[in-house]
């Protein structure tokens, strides 16, 4: 099978436009760990595209096709284009901001090729913040109080109602990007500023701040069901503005059974998720708090695949066929960085 790997931020994206730093950061690194662990299943051919601004280096046999940022995004974007034709299945690695990981899926779809990841619609389900409470309320699953904001609505009287601290962001965004904290009302202005620069045209959401350790459960789907891989740690430092630094695997909590129970209940209330998976929670006195889903790579990857027996890009690509393992057999612990640093141990 031709396999196009595609990272939306590193891959061509942004051709013609300055590279978002952070992003390009983690892409990079996400990138860069999915294609070395396809081309050491030996079954496929690999290709992917890469803005000739960013270095990187690809195992002997991946075919890197190049675009120059100076190509503009019209011929960078024919170029990205050609590449899908020339697959047989394309595996993304794309945000959510301003819908990006579904157009693109679609994208996909509409050329006729498979997505090795989520469908379209199963993407726009995930992604939305905004409608995902109702879900998990349907299920029982804890989930911060949550409303949405508009230019029609008034944010103070919104965070007065729910209580400081809050926590607003896009409706549809990606990792630590326009999250912001306000612990009183002489912060909520700045948060709002934040949030609105990063939200695309989408609308906010503000959420009431739910104390606890951050954690996320990586999952295997197969678009009913959801098999964890493990439950990692998460560093996250939260001030005015959000940051990720990266985190740990697997974590060793009183909660990280009941994380993994409630993630895959997450995914399973979303029909559609298959591949690699992504569940972001707080781990409470009370228990988890699902805050959001990721229907794609994270960055936990990069610390999951130095710590299963298994090939997990392989895992996954069976998973979107259908077929999920019946375990996950960790043998070591791993931590990993923001920026794509791995310490296996």
């Not at 990079?28 to 760990?33: G, K």
């Not at 999250?179 to 202005?189: D, F, H, I, T, W």
């Not at 998460?234 to 993994?260: C, E, K, L, N």
Request: aromatic share 4%.
């Amino acid at each position: 099978m031709r396999i196009f790997v595609y990272e939306h931020i590193t891959g061509g994206g942004f051709a013609g436009r300055p590279l978002p730093r952070v992003l390009a950061r983690e892409g990079l690194a996400m990138r860069t760990a999915l294609i070395a662990d396809l081309a050491a299943i030996g079954r496929h051919d690999i290709v992917t595209t890469t803005d000739v601004r960013v270095a990187g280096v690809a195992p002997q046999g991946v075919q890197v096709v190049g675009i120059d940022s100076g190509d503009g995004r019209r011929s960078g974007g024919a170029t990205i284009d050609a590449v899908i034709d020339f697959a047989d299945a394309v595996w993304l690695i794309a945000p959510e901001t301003g819908r990006c990981l579904e157009r693109l899926t679609a994208r996909i779809e509409r050329r006729g090729r498979m997505v090795l990841g989520a469908g379209a619609a199963a993407v726009r389900r995930a992604a939305d913040k905004s409608r995902l409470p109702r879900s998990l309320a349907r299920l029982g699953i804890p989930h911060p109080q949550t409303a949405l904001i508009d230019a029609s609505i008034d944010a103070r009287a919104i965070a007065r109602n729910l209580g400081y601290p809050v926590v607003i962001k896009p409706a549809r965004g990606a990792g630590c990007c326009g999250v912001g904290l306000a612990r009183n009302p002489r912060e909520l202005g700045g948060a709002l500023d934040a949030a609105n620069r990063e939200r695309g045209t989408g609308p906010l959401v503000m959420q009431r701040y739910v104390k606890g350790r951050a954690a996320s459960v990586s999952l295997l789907a197969d678009g009913r069901c959801a098999m964890p891989l493990a439950v990692n740690a998460q560093r996250v430092i939260a001030s005015t503005g959000f940051s990720y630094r990266g985190g740990v695997t697997p974590f060793d909590h009183p909660m990280a059974a009941a994380a993994a129970t409630a993630a895959a209940r997450t995914c399973a209330a979303i029909p559609g998720l298959r591949g690699y998976v992504g569940v972001d929670l707080v781990l409470t006195e009370a228990g988890p708090v699902v805050i959001e889903v990721n229907p794609r790579l994270t960055m936990s990857y990069l610390g999951v695949r130095q710590v299963l027996e298994e090939n997990v890009a392989a895992l996954a690509i069976a998973a979107c066929q259908g077929r999920l393992p019946e375990r996950a057999l960790v043998r070591r612990r791993a931590r990993f960085s923001a920026s794509g640093r791995v310490r296996a141990s």
